[in-house]
T-cell receptor
Framework: EPEVTQTPSHQVTQMGQEVILRCVPI?????FYWYRQILGQKVEFLVSFYNNEISEKSEIFDDQFSVERPDGSNFTLKIRSTKLEDSAMYFC??????????FGPGTRLTVL | RKEVEQDPGPFNVPEGATVAFNCTYS??????FFWYRQDCRKEPKLLMS???SGNEDGRFTAQLNRASQYISLLIRDSKLSDSATYLCVPSSGNTPLVFGKGTRLSVIA
């Protein structure tokens, strides 16, 4: 069964460093999303991407964040200068026309 | 008003029990509904999609009442592996999902 994959599973970085989180959505899906979940809190929407552009973003998704689909398979989230409060699980999700979103296993980001 | 309201639990039930979770939602324009389950430090996994009045899949039954803006999930014959947080998520097409904190279920041997 097709699934969303994410790498790395765990990323440790120093405050102020740039990180890139990678996702491979399900191959025939057209809509892509990033969510994050701080430990013990709800899953929160960050950004959605369709037709090679951002379709919606939340207040969390400020200028420190960017997304890219550099080729036909990868979807990346970049955090330019990480802060301690960026420590969270980051989930990528994708959907086709039927609007059901499937989530990847997540990347745990730890900012020291 | 919160988009979704669920009893946070925890619901502690013995193996084999039947347990039901309720969820009320505020956006009457929601067209579809999803139940996800989430294990600790894992991703939300789709359990069931609901587009009409309800859906059934094995031991799991979801029922939707659009007039009352209420959706339920019933789990029959609970298993230890059902222990997780259950998230009710309304949707309006390919738009961002808004998650609540969900309902925690603990199935005890």
């Amino acid at each position: 069964e097709p699934e969303v994959t994410q790498t790395p599973s765990h990323q440790v970085t120093q405050m102020g460093q740039e990180v890139i989180l990678r996702c491979v959505p399900i191959s025939n899906h057209l809509y892509f999303y990033w969510y994050r979940q701080i430990l013990g809190q709800k899953v929160e929407f960050l950004v959605s991407f369709y037709n090679n552009e951002i379709s919606e973003k939340s207040e969390i998704f400020d200028d420190q964040f960017s997304v890219e689909r550099p080729d036909g398979s990868n979807f990346t989230l970049k955090i330019r200068s990480t802060k301690l409060e960026d420590s969270a699980m980051y989930f990528c999700a994708s959907s086709d026309w039927a609007d059901t979103q499937y989530f990847g296993p997540g990347t745990r980001l730890t900012v020291l | 008003r919160k988009e979704v309201e669920q009893d946070p639990g925890p619901f502690n039930v013995p193996e084999g029990a039947t347990v039901a979770f309720n969820c009320t939602y505020s956006n009457s324009a929601s067209q579809s509904f999803f139940w996800y389950r989430q294990d600790c430090r894992k991703e939300p996994k789709l359990l069931m999609s609901v587009y009409s009045s309800g859906n059934e899949d094995g031991r799991f039954t979801a029922q939707l009442n659009r007039a009352s803006q209420y959706i339920s999930l019933l789990i029959r014959d609970s298993k230890l592996s059902d222990s997780a947080t259950y998230l009710c998520v309304p949707s309006s097409g390919n738009t961002p999902l808004v998650f609540g904190k969900g309902t925690r279920l603990s199935v005890i041997a």
